[in-house]
């Protein structure tokens, strides 16, 4: 009998991939040279994998020009370049490149930096790797992790456990940092401030080496957006624009929610504060206060009734058990209950606590926050709520999620919260309707 491909014994997709950028590593950059101090250098680079192809971020030390090379791992003679870029206030460049990383294929790719008038030398920043990932209705079996609330002020050794599950993909859903209070950060409230918050982050050692092996999707939630608790009228245009500027698939002032397929799974990604309502009404929906806003929850629940994939997963930044109103959760109960098929998988954040909710026969969620935050949060008793990190009390744990989707074999979507020392606090195996 077969066994399942995680039994098997295998060299890890992380030390394969080690051994390829060495191997592609070797490859010459032409009219590569030494680099003096003085001269633009890669900062942050991190990269997304969109409907129109892979995105490329990659932040400078000051205004130059980008461009970003890419090839099929162990294959650099296969290299796709982009054109030059200018990089944009944030000292970033956002490049996408459709023909690279399609599904099926692990890619290797890197920036190049020089002066913004193409003078002087060009300087290669490291090389990063995107996992090969299965292509749009192929029953396969990934892992992917997801998190939110980052302080900043400590080690986050949670970002080393999702690490070391080799996701296809990391979804930072809100939080950032916390620097959005005026009186303890009075000279913090601007653009360029965000931006510098933002890169501090990327170029953490924890969250670099992640990146540098998996794609990041990521949306803003109410610290990101420079106003705790915010909604629609309270967003720091310049806290947005230092966000979008920087994270590759953000965006501002256009909508910023977005999908994707992976296997037999479609991925939402929603946005819970730049559409929120105010906390009085009157209400944009004349009903209740919403988080999503009427066209963003048209566009989720149009998404998920059409959407043939047999698993769905919706990225929440608050969670809809403790966070959203009742209107607005029956609401896409209701409509998830008499118009979707499959498995749906709503993954949340923002309260800070890890937490297990069946909402439905085959509705889930799971919460899991914070990646790296010393404030816990108390889980009061809810409908549909099988297992907290500790009852209706505060958290205990610095956590991150890990979802194991098998279509392949067994046949469902493992559900796991993980402590940031790597112990498994809690599964839930749910069946692939």
Known sequence: MDRHPRDRPRV????????????????????????????P???????????????????TTEPARVRVEAWPIGSPGKKIESPWHRTNDATAALIGMPRVAP????????????????????????????????APGEPSAFTFAHGSCILQKHPIPSLGVARRAEPVFFAMIGDLGYQDDPVLHPFAQTYDRYVELFRRILTRRD?????????????????????NDAWRDTIKPYAAKAYADMIPGASWPDPDYRRWSIGEVEFFLTDNRRYRDPPNPPYENGAYRSVLGTTQRTWLLDGLAKS????????????????????????????????VSGTVIFSSGDKHAGAFVRHATTVWELLAAPIENPSKHMTPARPGVVWTENGTGRALYDVVALVDVDTLHAQTVTLRLMRDDGQELHRQVVPVA
């Open 12 to 39: 890890s997709r992380r030390r394969f991939l080690e051994g390829a950028l060495a191997l592609g590593g070797a490859a010459a950059l032409p009219g590569q040279a030494e680099a003096s101090s003085d001269v």
């Open 103 to 134: 599904p099926g294929e692990a890619w290797t790719w890197r920036g190049l930096v020089q002066a913004a008038d193409g003078h002087g030398p060009v300087v290669a920043d490291r090389l990063r790797t995107l996992p090969a990932r299965p």
């Open 207 to 227: 969250l670099s080496r992640l990146l540098a092996i998996t794609p990041l999707y990521a949306v803003q939630d109410d610290h990101d957006y420079g106003e």
């Open 308 to 339: 043939s994939a047999r698993v769905k997963v919706v990225f929440i930044p608050m969670t809809m058990t403790w966070y959203w109103s009742d209107g607005e959760r029956n609401e896409v109960l209701a409509w998830i209950d008499a118009n």
């Open 41 to 59: 250098r890669p900062d942050v680079a991190c990269a997304t994998i969109t409907d129109r192809g892979f995105v490329a971020s990659v932040k």
